[in-house]
């Protein structure tokens, strides 16, 4: 089991910057996950992928419509995953969640097997 606590969110102008965290309770050791993601969800819309890295080598993925702006990043030492976000915008408003697993399709929510628990994000025009 991998536990997964988010942490950073809150309220923002547009243009404005925030930086997620994602600890996880165990590192790649264990084998439990090879990439860690980040997901978020506006309400009444589906699940949608935002950046992922993998672990070993370090790789990342971003979603196009935050690709420029957002920057995913790995913390080996402290089992921490970051999602800093720059010139955020109205339509980055949504509950963000950390998730980690062995993902065939890093976007895709079902190929991820732990979960936080989510922080919301509001960026405000």
């Known amino acids: 089991q991998v536990q997964l606590v988010e942490s950073g969110g809150g309220s923002v102008q547009a243009g404005g910057s925030l930086r997620l965290s994602c600890a996880a309770s165990t590192d790649t050791s264990t084998r439990a996950y090879n990439r860690l993601g980040w997901f978020r969800q506006a309400s009444g819309k589906e699940r949608e992928g935002v950046a992922a890295?993998?672990?070993?080598?370090?790789?990342?993925y971003y979603g196009d419509s935050v690709k420029g702006r957002f920057t995913i990043s790995l913390d080996n030492s402290k089992n921490t995953v970051y999602l800093q976000m720059d010139s955020l915008k109205p339509e980055d408003t949504a509950m963000y969640y950390c998730?980690?697993?062995?993902?065939?399709?890093?976007?895709?929510?079902?190929?991820?097997?732990?979960w936080g628990q989510g922080t919301q994000v509001t960026v405000s025009s």
């Open positions: 890295i993998y672990t070993d080598p370090p790789y990342t």
């Open positions: 998730a980690a697993g062995y993902p065939p399709l890093w976007d895709r929510p079902q190929g991820y097997s732990y």
